[in-house]
């Protein structure tokens, strides 16, 4: 099985290392004249336009006005799958509703000096519109990415949330995102997908509602369209191909690396996953391992790809220069899979999150211990975050003052605005102090 082995033993190195991984983010140039196409189209032909897409791409008979999902079949999926799925699913659901409810930022108000109040209001935008993937149409129906994406929205108090998922061919959606939905509380479905559901959401249509805030992964038509309406609508991030770096020590256990090294791999061809260690053992056995789990695994293709070209093995002197590694590689999972974790917490500078010893496997973060699995990729871990209720937020500064204030500080303000060459702003000023 071919896969990268590296040196790393100086910053030297890294030119390499960065150049290599680069390519990873090309790519989008021959998608983006077919996107801005279809954003055109859904845009001046709205539910017509995107009907047509879904008929040509997902479901051949797909009517117009079929696009919402009937509220009854929402409310009746739950009868179609198993109560022990709907069981474990709720309590993702509430691990990762406490989480988030954690983050939620309150409005504040101060008085700094007599006579002015200040504060800042914190408020949901009016409507989200959640992205789900379709997951090899329709088979592999993405559950944690409905959660991932809606719990943080209705923490924000967001009012109006939409989701979209492109149908299968039979016009329908798998009943687990409709059950999902359900327990989640959301009612509002529309079959379509890729590029033409992105746009349906940023413009509106006659059944589709405009949307503030776009939420959700999805393949590089969804990814691209969602960058080229930045400013038309805000977005999350764009969440680009999953990555995984580990730091262990020689008390890692090599089968356990190697599975996790594969559970990043099987996401995406485009996926990496980066081992670094002192111990040229240990890398050996990782190696041996991978060629044996990946034997047994059904996305083994997917895998195999991920492995061969975006992932590595990396040698290096010791654990500090993995870890100066790993701030520099700024990955979107981070594992300190050695004997102390929380002995190098304090090192860690870039990551979308960390994985803290050896029996926190990155799965339990993507499904079900509370934090966001939508991370930042492609080394924005550097300057972003996660996706978290403040993606649904916005900030409304509030600002109060009375005469007293005006009458104190009112003569330099307007000093400041004619310093600008702005005389009404230091009348409108003025007006105040001398027609009080
Ligand atoms: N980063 C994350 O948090 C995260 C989480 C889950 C999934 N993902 C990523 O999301 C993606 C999901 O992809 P998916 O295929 O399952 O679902 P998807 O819904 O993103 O893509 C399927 C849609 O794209 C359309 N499509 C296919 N070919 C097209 C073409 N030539 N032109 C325009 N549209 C076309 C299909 O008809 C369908 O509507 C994967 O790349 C996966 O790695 C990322
Ligand atoms: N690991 C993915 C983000 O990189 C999220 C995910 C969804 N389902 C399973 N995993
Ligand atoms: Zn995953």
């Given amino acids: 099985m071919p896969l990268r082995?590296?040196?790393?033993?100086?910053?030297?190195?890294?030119t390499a290392i960065t150049s290599w991984l680069a390519r990873r983010d090309a790519g989008e140039d021959n998608v983006e004249p077919l996107v801005?196409?279809?954003?055109?189209n859904v845009r001046d032909r709205g539910d017509e336009a995107v009907a047509e897409y879904t008929r040509r791409f997902d479901c051949p008979s797909l009517a117009s006005t079929q696009l919402a999902v009937p509220k009854e079949d929402i409310a009746s999926a739950l009868e179609q799958i198993p109560a022990e799925d709907a069981a474990i699913i709720r309590e993702a659901a509430a691990n990762i509703r406490d989480f988030h409810l954690r983050q939620k930022q309150n409005s504040w108000i101060t008085t700094p000096v007599p006579g002015t109040t200040l504060g800042q209001?914190?408020?949901?935008?009016?409507?989200?519109?959640?992205?789900?993937?379709g997951g090899q149409g329709g088979e592999t129906p993405l559950i944690s990415s409905l959660l991932m994406n809606a719990i943080p929205a209705q923490v924000?108090?967001?009012?109006?949330?939409?989701?979209?998922?492109?149908?299968?061919?039979?016009?329908?959606?798998?009943?687990?995102?409709?059950?999902?939905?359900?327990?989640?509380?959301i009612d509002t479905i529309f079959m379509c997908g890729s590029a033409w559901a992105i746009a349906a959401l940023a413009y509106g249509t006659e059944s589709i509602p405009r949307v503030d805030v776009i939420a959700g992964p999805g393949n590089i038509f969804v990814t691209t369209a969602k960058r080229l309406l930045v400013g038309q609508v805000g977005i999350d991030m764009i969440a680009g191909p999953s990555e995984i770096a580990i730091l262990a020590d020689s008390t890692a256990n090599p089968k356990w690396l190697a599975a996790d090294m594969l559970s990043q791999a099987e996401h995406d061809p485009l996926a990496s996953s980066i081992l670094i260690s002192?111990?040229?053992?240990?890398?050996?056995?990782?190696?041996?391992?991978?060629a044996l789990q990946l034997s047994t695994l059904p996305r083994q293709e997917i895998a195999a790809k991920s492995l061969g070209e975006w992932s590595a093995l990396i040698h290096v002197p010791d654990l500090e220069s993995g870890m100066e590694l790993i701030n520099r590689l700024a990955p979107e999972h981070f594992e300190l899979s050695v004997a102390d974790p929380w002995a190098?917490?304090?090192?860690?500078?870039?990551?979308?999150?960390?994985?803290?010893g050896?029996?926190?496997p990155e799965p339990v973060g993507d499904y079900f211990a509370g934090p966001n699995h939508v991370l930042p990729t492609l080394s924005t871990a550097r300057f972003s975050s996660a996706l978290s209720v403040d993606t649904f937020c916005k900030k409304t500064s509030l600002i109060c003052t009375d005469q007293a204030y005006i009458g104190t500080h009112g003569s330099k303000v307007a000093r400041l605005a004619r310093l600008e060459g702005l005389e009404a702003h230091a009348r409108s000023v003025e007006q105040r102090l001398e027609n009080p």
């Fill in 5 to 14: 082995f590296l040196e790393y033993t100086s910053p030297d190195d890294w």
């Fill in 36 to 40: 801005r196409d279809i954003l055109t």
């Fill in 121 to 133: 209001l914190v408020l949901p935008v009016d409507r989200a519109g959640l992205y789900v993937p």
């Fill in 156 to 185: 924000a108090g967001v009012k109006t949330i939409c989701v979209v998922s492109p149908p299968r061919k039979d016009g329908t959606l798998n009943p687990y995102i409709l059950a999902t939905a359900a327990i989640l509380g």
């Fill in 278 to 290: 002192s111990d040229n053992r240990l890398l050996d056995e990782v190696k041996k391992e991978l």
């Fill in 344 to 356: 190098w917490i304090g090192s860690v500078r870039n990551a979308g999150a960390v994985f803290m």
């Fill in 358 to 360: 050896h029996s926190t």
